[in-house]
């Protein structure tokens, strides 16, 4: 099930690929999906693979240990995001 409460059927699974992310390379386990505008949704399977998670929303950033050093990775912070508001 993906966050809009849909159900998507998997028709593929590709074990251990290598994925790339600012600083760091994990091996990850890939559903294939069928969805668009994402290359690679990583859920909550993969947060928990990392362990314990320092995550300060403020600064869009989150730190972990990974292979016996400390990562950091850097969201993106888009000023021109605007605040939603009801008509």
């Known amino acids: 099930m993906v966050g809009n409460g849909q159900h998507l059927e998997c028709q593929q699974l590709c074990m251990d690929i290598p994925v790339d992310i600012q600083t760091a390379s ?29 995550t300060d929303y ?18 993106e912070n888009d000023t021109s995001l605007r605040q939603l508001s009801s008509p």
């Open 26 to 54: 994990f091996m990850v386990d890939l559903h294939v999906l069928p969805i668009s505008r994402a290359n690679i949704v990583l859920g909550v399977q993969w947060l928990q693979s990392l362990g314990p998670i320092l």
């Open 58 to 75: 403020n600064s869009f950033c989150m730190q972990f240990f990974h292979q016996g050093r400390i990562v950091e990775l850097k969201g």
